[in-house]
């Protein structure tokens, strides 16, 4: 029932929010879909297997946005001759993420509990929430500082 939940809830945003990530923009979005994500894998400690459908659907939403709208963060501030490079390592690095800390947190609950690595995979991903949302601070910060352009430096002969 999770992955029910999941699906319907994530192809649900993605038909019909995506409009919702334009209005309040790429970065507030990520921000509160990577929230959203960081909440999931406590409250599959909490909430028990009686509630699958349900917290997949919490998965969901926060899948059905963070994906959308970190590409599309991700493609808004690179330059044009990067993007195509830049969607390709968003894509790698989630998919890359699953995998990995699939892996990793088998380990964490093997070793210690399934409440650890639950408690793990939110505090990992709730750090993820926090660089996005400082990167807003550092984006601030740098904008009357003008962007270098990549052909800017020169071997030196």
Same mark, same amino acid.
């Given at each position: 029932?999770? =992955? $029910?939940?999941?699906?319907?809830?994530?192809?649900?945003?993605?038909?019909?929010?995506?409009? *919702?990530?334009?209005?309040?923009?790429? *970065?507030?979005?990520?921000?509160?879909? %990577?929230?959203?994500?960081?909440?999931?894998?406590?409250?599959? +400690?909490?909430?028990? #297997?009686?509630?699958? =459908?349900?917290? +997949?659907?919490?998965? +969901?939403?926060?899948?059905? $946005?963070?994906? #959308?709208? *970190? @590409?599309?963060? +991700?493609?808004?501030?690179?330059?044009?001759?990067? /993007?195509?490079?830049?969607?390709?390592? $968003?894509?790698?690095?989630?998919?890359?993420?699953?995998?990995?800390?699939?892996? @990793?947190?088998?380990? $964490?609950?093997?070793? &210690?509990?399934?409440?650890?690595? %639950? &408690?793990?995979?939110?505090?990992?991903?709730? !750090?993820?929430?926090?660089?996005?949302?400082?990167?807003? /601070?550092?984006?601030?910060?740098?904008?009357? @500082?003008p962007r270098l352009r990549?052909? @800017?430096?020169?071997? !030196? !002969?």
């Amino acid at each position: 029932s999770f =992955f $029910i939940g999941f699906a319907l809830v994530a192809l649900t945003v993605r038909l019909a929010g995506g409009g *919702l990530i334009d209005r309040f923009g790429v *970065l507030p979005s990520s921000v509160v879909a %990577f929230c959203a994500y960081s909440a999931v894998p406590p409250m599959l +400690g909490f909430l028990g #297997p009686d509630h699958l =459908f349900a917290i +997949g659907a919490m998965m +969901g939403l926060g899948h059905g $946005i963070a994906y #959308p709208a *970190l @590409t599309a963060l +991700g493609i808004e501030r690179a330059d044009a001759s990067s /993007r195509g490079m830049v969607v390709s390592i $968003i894509h790698g690095a989630f998919n890359g993420g699953h995998a990995f800390f699939a892996y @990793t947190l088998g380990l $964490i609950a093997a070793s &210690w509990s399934y409440s650890a690595a %639950f &408690w793990t995979a939110g505090a990992v991903t709730l !750090s993820g929430a926090l660089l996005l949302s400082l990167s807003r /601070r550092a984006k601030s910060f740098n904008a009357d @500082t003008p962007r270098l352009r990549s052909d @800017t430096f020169h071997a !030196s !002969s």
